[in-house]
C-alpha cells in the first residue's frame, strides 16, 4: 500500500511536469475541496504541489488552516487517496465547478441586464474596456482634477491606463493597482469605486493632500479572457516557447528575489514565475510608472481570502519599518470592519500565507522606494470564492474604502 500511495504521489507530480499537450482546463466534474492543514509537513507538501503541478489553489497554502484546492475530475482519486493517506480532513466546498460557474453566469448577465447603460454602476461587472471607456470619461467630466494617460499595451494589445487625480497641492502621493490576477474580478470593482469616491464621493477633500495613481486592472489580457473564454483565468496570456501552456503569474514575475521561494519554474504551473523577471509587458509597465512615480505608499488588490498583508513575501524576515505598516494595517482594518463587521488577518504575507517571492508589495518597498506597501486580498473567505456576487460589490467595496480612505488621511498628514 505504502508504495502504491508513493507511485500516485509521484504520478501527480511528473503526470503534468513536462506535458505535450496544454492540460485540460475543463471542468466538468471538478472540485473545489476544503482541506483543514494542522501541520507544517503538510503545508509544505502543498506548497510543493501548487509549484509543481497544475493544480490550482484557490486559496495559497497558507499558515495552517484551510486552503481551498479547485482539482479537475481526472485528478480526483489520486488527490482524495493523498488526503487520505495524509490523514488530512476536507470537505467539499463546491461539487461541481461547471455548473457553478455556468449558474454564476446566468447571474451575471441578469446583473448586467439590471444595471442598465449606465457608463459604470457597482451592480455589475464591467469589462476591460467598459473600464478604460469609463476612465476616460473621468478624464472629460473632471477636467480639473482627472488625467489619464496611455502608459503601455499589453502583450495582446490593449492599451493600459494610468489615472492620475490630484489638485496640484499634494506632496505624497497612493499608487494603487488591481486585477494583477485576471479572475479576481472583486478587485477592479473596488478601485474603481474609490475612484468614484474621490472624484465626486465623500473622498474628494482628500484631494488637496494626497495625489493620487490608479491602474485598476493591470492584467488586461488574462481579465478579458476570463469575461470571454475561462472565467478561471489567473495569469497573463503570453505564450511560452517550448510548452503547450499559456501564461506567467504577474505577481511571482517581479525582480526582487525572483524565484527564490512559492514560485514555479513549470510553464504549466498556476504560480510560473516566468522565464526572467519582468518577462511580461504589463507588469513592466506598472513598474515603469512606479520608477517615476516614486508613491509613499504602494497598494494592490488581490482576493479572495481578507487579508491585509505587508512585505516581505519571499522570506520569514520582516521589513526594518515592519512595525509602522503593520500598525497603519491595523487601523485601516479597524476602519473596514466597523463598516460591515467583515474581519481580516494582517500580518507580512509570509507570516500570512507561505513565502512567496516576485511579488509586486515586495518591489516597492525595496527597489520601489516606496514606505509602504500592502497587498490586500479582498472578500470573500471562500464562501462564493472569485464569484462574489453583484450585491456583494457594493458591501465589498465601501467598507474597503474606509481602510484605503484611512490610509490616505495618515499620509496626508503624517
Ligand atoms: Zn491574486
Same mark, same amino acid.
Given at each position: 500500500m505504502k508504495l502504491k500511495l508513493a507511485v500516485l504521489l509521484a504520478g501527480i507530480a511528473l503526470a503534468?511536469?513536462? !506535458?505535450? @499537450?496544454? !492540460?485540460?482546463?475543463?471542468? @466538468?466534474?471538478a472540485q473545489v475541496l476544503r482541506v483543514k492543514v494542522t501541520d507544517l509537513a503538510d503545508l509544505t507538501y502543498f506548497a510543493y504541489l501548487q509549484s509543481r503541478t497544475t493544480l490550482d489553489f484557490w486559496t495559497e497554502p497558507r499558515a495552517l488552516g484551510e486552503i481551498d484546492i479547485m482539482v479537475r475530475r481526472w485528478d480526483l482519486p489520486m488527490l482524495k487517496a493523498v488526503l487520505l493517506h495524509r490523514k488530512l480532513q476536507y470537505s467539499? @466546498?463546491?461539487?461541481?465547478v461547471h455548473r457553478h460557474l455556468a449558474d454564476m453566469k446566468e447571474k451575471h448577465l441578469q446583473a448586467r441586464t439590471r444595471a442598465g447603460d449606465a457608463r459604470m454602476s457597482w451592480d455589475a461587472y464591467y469589462n476591460y474596456d467598459e473600464i478604460n471607456a469609463w476612465l476616460d470619461s473621468l478624464a472629460a467630466d473632471y477636467p480639473s482634477i482627472a488625467t489619464v494617460t496611455d502608459v503601455g499595451t499589453s502583450y495582446e494589445g490593449r492599451t493600459m491606463k494610468l489615472l492620475k487625480l490630484s489638485t496640484g497641492q499634494a506632496v505624497h502621493a497612493i499608487f494603487t493597482d488591481g486585477g494583477m490576477h485576471a479572475r479576481e474580478w472583486i478587485a477592479p470593482a473596488t478601485v474603481t469605486y474609490f475612484i468614484q469616491q474621490l472624484v465626486a464621493g465623500d %473622498?474628494?477633500?482628500l484631494l488637496d493632500d494626497v495625489d493620487f495613481y490608479f491602474m485598476p486592472s493591470i492584467n488586461p489580457d488574462g481579465y478579458a479572457y476570463t469575461f470571454t473564454e475561462d472565467r478561471l483565468w489567473r495569469k497573463t496570456r503570453s505564450p511560452n516557447p517550448g510548452s503547450p501552456c499559456v501564461g506567467t503569474d504577474p505577481n511571482r514575475n517581479?525582480? +526582487? @528575489?525572483? #524565484?527564490?521561494? %512559492?514560485?514555479?519554474? #513549470? !510553464?504549466?504551473?498556476?504560480?510560473y514565475a516566468g !522565464?526572467?523577471? +519582468?518577462?511580461e509587458v504589463e507588469m513592466r509597465v506598472v513598474r515603469d510608472q512606479l520608477l517615476v512615480l516614486r508613491p509613499r505608499v504602494y497598494l494592490t488588490f488581490h482576493s479572495y481570502s481578507q487579508l491585509w498583508m505587508y512585505p516581505w513575501g519571499y522570506t520569514t524576515d520582516l521589513p526594518d519599518n515592519w512595525e509602522d505598516m503593520h500598525s497603519l494595517a491595523i487601523a485601516a482594518v479597524a476602519a473596514l470592519t466597523a463598516v460591515h463587521g467583515t474581519q481580516y488577518e494582517v500580518g507580512s504575507s509570509s507570516n500570512t500565507s507561505y513565502i512567496a517571492a516576485g511579488g509586486s508589495d515586495d518591489w516597492a518597498l525595496s527597489v520601489g522606494g516606496s514606505e509602504y506597501a500592502y497587498t490586500i486580498e479582498l472578500?470573500?473567505? %471562500?464562501?462564493?470564492? +472569485?464569484?462574489?456576487?453583484?450585491?456583494?460589490i457594493i458591501p465589498t467595496a465601501e467598507e474597503t474604502w474606509e481602510g484605503f480612505k484611512l490610509i490616505a488621511q495618515f499620509i496626508g498628514h503624517y
Amino acid at each position: 500500500m505504502k508504495l502504491k500511495l508513493a507511485v500516485l504521489l509521484a504520478g501527480i507530480a511528473l503526470a503534468t511536469a513536462v !506535458p505535450l @499537450h496544454e !492540460p485540460s482546463r475543463d471542468n @466538468h466534474g471538478a472540485q473545489v475541496l476544503r482541506v483543514k492543514v494542522t501541520d507544517l509537513a503538510d503545508l509544505t507538501y502543498f506548497a510543493y504541489l501548487q509549484s509543481r503541478t497544475t493544480l490550482d489553489f484557490w486559496t495559497e497554502p497558507r499558515a495552517l488552516g484551510e486552503i481551498d484546492i479547485m482539482v479537475r475530475r481526472w485528478d480526483l482519486p489520486m488527490l482524495k487517496a493523498v488526503l487520505l493517506h495524509r490523514k488530512l480532513q476536507y470537505s467539499i @466546498h463546491i461539487a461541481d465547478v461547471h455548473r457553478h460557474l455556468a449558474d454564476m453566469k446566468e447571474k451575471h448577465l441578469q446583473a448586467r441586464t439590471r444595471a442598465g447603460d449606465a457608463r459604470m454602476s457597482w451592480d455589475a461587472y464591467y469589462n476591460y474596456d467598459e473600464i478604460n471607456a469609463w476612465l476616460d470619461s473621468l478624464a472629460a467630466d473632471y477636467p480639473s482634477i482627472a488625467t489619464v494617460t496611455d502608459v503601455g499595451t499589453s502583450y495582446e494589445g490593449r492599451t493600459m491606463k494610468l489615472l492620475k487625480l490630484s489638485t496640484g497641492q499634494a506632496v505624497h502621493a497612493i499608487f494603487t493597482d488591481g486585477g494583477m490576477h485576471a479572475r479576481e474580478w472583486i478587485a477592479p470593482a473596488t478601485v474603481t469605486y474609490f475612484i468614484q469616491q474621490l472624484v465626486a464621493g465623500d %473622498g474628494v477633500g482628500l484631494l488637496d493632500d494626497v495625489d493620487f495613481y490608479f491602474m485598476p486592472s493591470i492584467n488586461p489580457d488574462g481579465y478579458a479572457y476570463t469575461f470571454t473564454e475561462d472565467r478561471l483565468w489567473r495569469k497573463t496570456r503570453s505564450p511560452n516557447p517550448g510548452s503547450p501552456c499559456v501564461g506567467t503569474d504577474p505577481n511571482r514575475n517581479w525582480s +526582487f @528575489h525572483w #524565484m527564490e521561494g %512559492g514560485a514555479s519554474d #513549470m !510553464p504549466c504551473s498556476e504560480i510560473y514565475a516566468g !522565464p526572467e523577471p +519582468f518577462s511580461e509587458v504589463e507588469m513592466r509597465v506598472v513598474r515603469d510608472q512606479l520608477l517615476v512615480l516614486r508613491p509613499r505608499v504602494y497598494l494592490t488588490f488581490h482576493s479572495y481570502s481578507q487579508l491585509w498583508m505587508y512585505p516581505w513575501g519571499y522570506t520569514t524576515d520582516l521589513p526594518d519599518n515592519w512595525e509602522d505598516m503593520h500598525s497603519l494595517a491595523i487601523a485601516a482594518v479597524a476602519a473596514l470592519t466597523a463598516v460591515h463587521g467583515t474581519q481580516y488577518e494582517v500580518g507580512s504575507s509570509s507570516n500570512t500565507s507561505y513565502i512567496a517571492a516576485g511579488g509586486s508589495d515586495d518591489w516597492a518597498l525595496s527597489v520601489g522606494g516606496s514606505e509602504y506597501a500592502y497587498t490586500i486580498e479582498l472578500r470573500d473567505q %471562500g464562501q462564493y470564492g +472569485f464569484e462574489l456576487p453583484e450585491n456583494l460589490i457594493i458591501p465589498t467595496a465601501e467598507e474597503t474604502w474606509e481602510g484605503f480612505k484611512l490610509i490616505a488621511q495618515f499620509i496626508g498628514h503624517y
